[in-house]
């Protein structure tokens, strides 16, 4: 992981006042695909990128921006923190696993 500073709001006009937010590098990725609405889709492309993620509990959002190309995703805090947590218990599910078989 690399090295981070949170940034919290502190002016009500800058945000929701229980902001936070941080710069990173995150990874962009281009797909191309075929057929009928792209289903057999593969990447042609993955570059590293400067990236904005924003989070406020009150309004339940996080937003990620790549700041290269000036576009933002925002998804509900609920579900994120819910696709977190199942990929937790599936990678202990597997250490688990993995730990028996090694076992024996």
């Known amino acids: 992981m690399s090295n981070f500073l949170f940034g919290y709001v502190s002016d009500p006009k800058d945000g929701p ?5 941080l710069e990173t590098v995150g990874v962009y990725t281009k797909f191309r695909g075929k057929g009928l609405f792209q289903a057999d889709k593969h990447i042609i492309r993955q570059e590293k990128t400067n990236v904005g993620i924003k989070v406020a509990a009150s ?3 996080l937003s990620i ?40």
């Open 59 to 61: 309004t339940g959002v």
């Open 17 to 21: 006042i229980d902001g936070v937010s």
């Open 65 to 104: 921006h790549d700041r290269k190309r000036d576009q933002a995703i925002a998804v509900p805090i609920a579900e994120l923190a819910a696709i977190l947590e199942e990929a937790m218990k599936t990678n202990e599910k597997l250490r688990n696993e993995k730990a028996k078989r090694e076992e024996k």
